[in-house]
């Protein structure tokens, strides 16, 4: 099993709207028949700094999942409102699951 960390930091003055796009993401993600990411709110580092967590079986579940995400406009086009929020682009980070 794998975590999929994502970490966004928005532009000065747009952490609220980030916020709230970062949870429909995430309700479109489930919506779409993916596991729902956990969303994290920074209480350190830079301010406003948001972060999601999605647990998949393997790597290659998550890479086949791209292609299914990248077609599906319900996710996309949240994302594309996401993108012009953000300071740079998100960070991904994929941890293995180690019991």
């Known amino acids: ?5 994502r970490t966004y930091l928005p532009k000065p003055g747009t952490g609220g709207k980030l916020n709230t796009l970062v949870k429909q993401a995430c309700d479109a993600m489930q919506e779409a028949g993916f596991n729902k990411p956990t969303l994290y709110k920074a209480w350190h580092g830079s301010h406003g700094a948001l972060q999601t967590e999605q647990l998949w079986d393997s790597i290659s579940d998550y890479e086949l999942s791209r292609v299914t995400v990248r077609k599906t406009p319900e996710i996309t086009s949240v994302f594309d409102q996401i993108y012009p929020l953000l300071a740079k682009t998100h960070n991904t980070e994929i941890f293995e699951i180690s019991n």
């Open 1 to 5: 099993m794998i975590a999929v960390r």
